[in-house]
């Protein structure tokens, strides 16, 4: 099994019993370097210029991130990890609204 990224680490510490509620609450935080923040968000708007859609935002983004999974060859790492991730906050709001 492959050593956990940086998401499943921030994933497990908030889950993990010796945090504070309040650290809970911002673990979301600890998954997204300082600085990197939009920078899956931009990618997919770059993915959509370049294939002739229009950029609508948050679906735009899930939408991205299936193309990127579903073609993991022609990405590095790093996109590989964001697209994941993307898709398991939109399961989470999703799931949040209903």
Same mark, same amino acid.
């Given at each position: 099994?492959?050593?956990?990224?940086?998401?499943?680490k921030a994933a497990r510490k908030a889950m993990d019993q010796e945090i504070?509620?309040?650290?809970?609450?911002?673990?979301?935080?600890?998954?997204?370097?300082?600085?990197?923040?939009?920078?899956?968000?931009?990618?997919?708007?770059?993915?959509?210029?370049?294939?002739?859609?229009?950029?609508?935002?948050?679906? %735009?983004?899930?939408?991205?991130?299936?193309?990127?999974?579903?073609?993991?060859?022609?990405?590095?790492?790093? %996109?590989?990890?964001?697209?994941?991730?993307?898709?398991?906050?939109?399961?989470?709001?999703?799931?949040?609204?209903?």
């Amino acid at each position: 099994m492959a050593e956990p990224n940086r998401y499943q680490k921030a994933a497990r510490k908030a889950m993990d019993q010796e945090i504070g509620e309040s650290e809970k609450d911002n673990w979301i935080q600890g998954a997204v370097r300082p600085g990197r923040e939009g920078q899956f968000t931009a990618k997919a708007k770059k993915w959509a210029e370049d294939s002739g859609k229009d950029f609508k935002g948050s679906p %735009t983004v899930q939408e991205y991130a299936k193309h990127v999974l579903a073609n993991k060859g022609d990405f590095d790492e790093e %996109t590989i990890d964001q697209a994941q991730f993307a898709l398991n906050m939109g399961k989470m709001a999703k799931e949040k609204d209903e």
